[in-house]
T-cell receptor, first 111, second 116 residues
């Protein structure tokens, strides 16, 4: 079955360390997205990519970086510059004009 | 830019009762509208979407929503809820251009709790 795979499901890191969250899709979707979810704040867009080797900043891109070297993959790096990195991170993909399909998320805890 | 307001942060309801989750949006251009459901520690699942055409949209699990352009609303309804409907529900909006991917803007979510 096609879908989006995010790994790992839970991730723990020490403050000051960079960490990379994986997102892979086999839906053949062109566009991919990263959202951050915090309790009571809904989902906020971090970065999105409409095509390989191109991506745009979302509303809260500071302290994050992405790459899109392959259509199927859109990894997110949470850098040490991100002041409050502990959150639930959701990856999604879509076809043109379509709804977003989401992965099951990665819960990142930084202490 | 688009914005979304979900008017209730929590909605408690008894099993088999009807429910309405309210969503209002703000946009100066035409929009596409979506409702998603999220169960604990999982991703979001699409319930239904409005792109064009009939303003009454039917989705999965017996949910439906009505697009009201004059009131800029897209309220979600279900005539009889089940315990399994307990979850968080998100309304989302994006620019209504069929040739553009566009990004979704989400509301802050409504937690629906169904009591036996």
């Amino acid at each position: 079955d096609g879908g989006i795979t995010q790994s790992p499901k839970y991730l723990f890191r020490k403050e000051g360390q960079n960490v990379t969250l994986s997102c892979e899709q086999n839906l053949n979707h062109d566009a991919m997205y990263w959202y951050r979810q915090d309790p009571g704040q809904g989902l906020r867009l971090i970065y999105y990519s409409q095509i390989v080797n191109d991506f745009q900043k979302g509303d809260i891109a500071e302290g994050y970086s992405v790459s899109r070297e392959k259509k199927e993959s859109f990894p997110l790096t949470v850098t040490s510059a991100q002041k409050n990195p502990t959150a639930f991170y959701l990856c999604a993909s879509s076809m043109e004009a379509g709804a977003l399909h989401f992965g099951n998320g990665t819960r990142l805890t930084v202490t | 830019a688009q914005s979304v307001t979900q008017l209730d942060s929590q909605v408690p309801v008894f099993e088999e009762a009807p429910v309405e989750l309210r969503c209002n949006y703000s946009s100066s251009v035409s929009v596409y509208l979506f409702w998603y459901v999220q169960y604990p520690n999982q991703g979001l699942q699409l319930l239904l979407k409005y792109l064009s055409g009939s303003t009454l949209v039917k989705g999965i699990n017996g949910f439906e929503a009505e697009f009201n352009k004059s009131q800029t609303s897209f309220h979600l309804r279900k005539p009889s809820v089940h315990i399994s409907d307990t979850a968080e529900y998100f309304c989302a909006v994006r620019r209504g251009q069929s040739t553009s991917y566009g990004k979704l803007t989400f509301g802050q979510g409504t937690i629906l709790t169904v009591h036996p």
